[in-house]
């Protein structure tokens, strides 16, 4: 089972470190917040009041032992730097940061995170996504040239297979799956990884697309 430290208990630390908990992971929770650290301790492995920055506070509650630490330290950028590199130095393999802009994350990748995440940025995208085109479920940014969207299948493709379709000469794009909705409860039931070139897209079929952003934005306007 892999261990997961998340440090900083705001709204983001909290909800990371609850559904980690939830999905059966091992956590321990830091905050030199003591009011925050009480509501996390309510259901985590463990959750423990310590400055993030100190290198022998972090040392005293084990951080070496987890595989991936998340730093979700928002808005003190100062700490959110020193706490990645402190991990970094430390031996921990996969730390998972939280930016506030650009060039906080250029920094906290400079330092040593492995991965960055922008909260405000990739949530106001979504958000601009689902206004421009409502069929598109989730858009998920890779890098500057490349994502992961999810959207239900086009008018134009229902009773066609994916082979006849051939997405990937006609748009650029590769049908990584396919999530196939329970129609009473129209809930997403079933998943089809890799689906077969015989598959046959059917109505209230969600595609899942891997491709460049330019062409999946292109995707977004295929029935109008």
Not at 113 to 121: D, N, P, W, Y
Request: glycine share 8%; hydrophobic share 40%.
């Amino acid at each position: 089972m892999r261990q997961f430290a998340v440090i900083g208990l705001g709204r983001f630390g909290l909800s990371v470190a609850k559904t980690l908990t939830e999905q059966g992971c091992q956590v321990l929770a830091i905050d030199k917040d003591e009011e925050l650290v009480q509501d996390a301790s309510e259901f985590v492995t463990e959750a423990v009041q310590v400055d993030a920055t100190d290198e022998k506070s972090l040392k005293a509650v084990g951080i070496k032992n987890v595989d991936v630490a998340v730093v979700g330290i928002g808005t003190n950028l100062e700490a959110s730097i020193l706490t990645t590199l402190t991990l970094k130095e430390m031996g921990v393999q996969e730390i998972v940061a939280r930016a506030v802009t650009e060039e906080h994350g250029k920094v906290l990748e400079k330092v040593g995170a492995t991965k960055v995440v922008f909260l405000e940025r990739d949530m106001g995208m979504r958000v601009a996504n689902s206004l421009v085109s409502p069929s598109i479920i989730e858009h998920i940014y890779l890098s500057p040239e490349y994502s992961i969207m999810e959207t239900l299948a086009p008018q134009i493709f229902i009773g066609q297979s994916i082979g006849n379709l051939d997405i990937r000469a006609k748009h650029g794009l590769t049908i990584i799956g396919v999530r196939k909705k329970d129609q009473p409860n129209n809930k997403v039931c079933e998943l089809n990884i890799a689906p077969r070139a015989d598959y046959v897209i059917t109505q209230g079929d969600v595609l899942i697309l891997l491709g460049s952003n330019e062409n999946l934005n292109k995707f977004k306007h295929i029935d109008k």
